[in-house]
């Protein structure tokens, strides 16, 4: 086999944005899938951030089949996996850009998605070859990596190899980048894809109202409801280290009673939705900036570096971004004559100081927030009362201003809670983050509750 300039190992978004830059930039670069097509092997459904709109211009050419989502709404459920709070909100002004005023996210099946991305990176030189494990690396005698070997025993040579195969990349674990992902840094997700009649969506929830919904228990842990063109997702996840360890049960376990009660199942009942196709599979949810992300003679991009927002996971547009620069790094370090971990070390330079190192730069804070509140479904017994008791002022059980007593009486109990939640997940985000104003207002009132308690003094409120 001829040898190469560029080895991009993996057919996803992360994979085909580096074969399409390299061989934009005239390196001579062939992409390998294990797949028998482009997105045969991908969860079948994915949500496009707005920001993907706005970076590549070639997405707003994109004709596949997809639902704007402008919409997101939170269910707080009780024990008996009743509704007892919802909000629902829509896109902001406060938005930067044209999309992302439009709409949250652009849902749409990784099927077409990635056969388009295939698409563009094939029509810009790249050899794709699919059907085709790759098994192993090629290493030289200083063991930097001059290529992969495929399941068949072949061997394809390339100045640098860009591995794009995912969380359990076996490229990364070949090369030496990587071990195993520590337990706290992999999450077990599982969906169920649900089959509905889209004229029945549009009839029951309207073209213009599709809405993401994420529902919270204490008998699981935050459940997502993505909409699909041909139906819908239901799916939740857990870091591998919690159920290992005994916290809670198995995704697996969660799912099912998710999808078997309470409101969700009015609402699967309701579209007369068929379970379709179940999905499980590992995604990094790092609470620390990634670390070795290259090597001589190989980039890791997307999953494979460990790039998904340590918010809520999101890891796609990071895969496309990372597949650019490795590609623009690949091309410079080539054309200098070093592929050596030294010269590609400028990709590790790139990445921290774009839109992926932004979002790292705040990671631990952003994990323990969701690990703390939305994977701990502990939290939902106090906090669903909570908010379900915002409006008991308006009710019209007495006259309001007696409710108003008897409600902020009620929250004055529950004042130890509500700083200590402050203090745990939104003041160490604050701080990181340099908003000084809520910042001290959170430290002002932590103090107060210290003070309260040196002094014994029990916490009351006219009733």
Known sequence: MAKYDVVVVGGGPGGSLAAKTASEKGLKTIMIERGRKIGDKSSSGCGLAPRIFRDFDFIKKMNIPGIKIKYQSMHMLDENLEERFMIRWSTSDLAEYPEAREFFQFDVYRRDFDRFLAELASEAGAE?????????????????????????????????????????????YQAGLRDKWRPDEITLVVDCDFQASRARMDEL????????????????????????PEGFHVGLGQWVGRFASGFGERPYEYLRRVIS?????????????????????????????????????????????????????EGIHYAMVSGKLAAEVAAE??????????????????????????????????????????????????????????????????????????????????VPFILEFAKSYIYPLLQRSQIPLFRSLLKLGWMWLRTKKRKGIQLETEG
Request: a neutral charge.
């Open 333 to 414: 370090a080539i054309s200098k004559g070093d592929v050596s971990a030294s010269g590609l070390r400028l990709y590790e330079e790139r990445w921290k100081n774009s839109i992926i190192g932004e979002e790292f730069s705040t990671a631990k804070e952003w994990a323990e927030f969701w690990a703390g509140i939305y994977f701990d479904p502990r939290q939902w017994t106090k906090i669903t009362p909570l908010a379900n008791n915002l409006m008991f002022w308006a009710s019209w059980s007495n006259p309001h201003i007696r409710n108003l007593r008897r409600e902020i009486s009620r929250y004055s109990e529950d």
């Open 261 to 313: 009660s309470g409101t969700l199942k009015r609402f699967i009942d309701r579209l007369q939705a068929r379970p379709r196709e179940f999905h499980a599979h590992l995604l990094p949810w790092m609470p620390r900036m990634p670390t070795n992300t290259y090597g001589g003679g190989i980039m890791l991009v997307g999953d494979a570096a460990g790039f998904a927002c340590p918010l809520e996971a």
């Open 205 to 228: 929830i309207g073209p213009e109202e599709y809405c993401n919904q994420v529902y919270v228990s204490p008998l699981y842990p935050a459940t997502y409801v993505a909409m699909m």
């Open 128 to 172: 794709i070859r699919t059907a085709t494990l790759a098994s192993g690396v090629l290493k030289d005698s200083r063991g930097q990596v001059t290529g992969i070997i495929t399941d068949k025993g072949e061997k394809v040579e390339g100045d640098i190899t860009i591995a794009a195969d995912g969380a359990v990349s076996k490229i990364a």
